[in-house]
């Protein structure tokens, strides 16, 4: 199975503060990456596919880049509505991969 | 507006069975390959089971192969999970999710407890 080596674990910014958050896998995986945000006590919701493609209706401050092994997140000008926990997938093979996740928290 | 609306969880005991449902509206259901998510409580997210749109093509995470079938009607517009030989570590809220990649909607999802 590939695995999904996420990074940081945990995360505290400020408000209009740019966030990074990485995700590695352990071999290529072609850009098939997703991204996810899951806000306390709600489902999760799909942010990014295909590494760097914004899902619909995903706020344009959210980006996702990288290639092969080595991917990321940034937010832009954090919002308090960006608090969450944030979680990359891999589909390049089965299973799906899921890396541990970031949970982001206002400073 | 797209709807998945998970049920059949609850208490149950190791080694028992439990079989979960998901109905779907607002889109073409037929149309799209369906999935099984977990996650534990506190804990990240895990691909449970896959299954195409006509169901052709059927996949399972390890941990469950040989113990849970993915299965959908869809005349009914309803994804199943039937879950057997259940154990402590399937104890698990259990998301539906469109798609055959990523997953772009999720239900509310359902909580499946296993002890005794």
């Known amino acids: 199975d590939i695995q999904m080596t996420q990074s940081p674990a945990s995360l505290s910014a400020s408000l209009g503060e740019t966030v990074t958050i990485e995700c590695r896998a352990s071999?290529?995986?072609?850009?098939?990456l997703a991204w996810y945000q899951q806000k306390p006590g709600n489902s999760p919701q799909l942010l990014i596919y295909?590494?760097?493609s914004l899902a619909d209706g995903v706020p344009s401050r959210f980006s996702g880049s990288g290639s092969g092994t080595q991917y990321s997140l940034k937010i832009n000008s954090l919002q308090s509505e960006d608090v969450a926990s944030y979680f990359c997938?891999?589909?390049?093979?089965?299973?799906?991969?899921f890396g541990a996740g970031t949970k982001l928290e206002l400073k | 507006e797209v709807q998945l609306v998970e049920s059949g969880g609850g208490l149950v005991q190791p080694g028992r069975s439990l079989k979960l449902s998901c109905v779907a509206s607002?889109?073409?259901?037929?149309?799209?390959?369906m999935n099984w998510i977990r996650q534990a409580p506190g804990k990240g997210l895990e691909w449970v089971a896959y299954?195409?749109?006509?169901?052709?093509?059927?996949y399972y995470a390890e941990t469950v192969k040989g113990r849970f079938t993915i299965s959908r009607d869809n005349a009914k517009n309803t994804l199943y999970l039937q879950m057997t030989s259940l154990r402590s570590e399937d104890t698990a809220l259990y998301y539906c999710?469109?798609?055959?990649?990523?997953?772009?909607?999720w239900g509310q999802g359902v909580m499946v407890t296993v002890s005794s």
């Open positions: 999710a469109r798609g055959r990649l990523y997953f772009d909607y």
């Open positions: 607002g889109f073409t259901f037929s149309n799209y390959g």
């Open positions: 299954i195409s749109s006509g169901s052709s093509y059927i």
């Open positions: 071999e290529d995986i072609y850009s098939n």
């Open positions: 295909d590494a760097n």
């Open positions: 997938q891999q589909y390049n093979n089965y299973p799906n991969t």
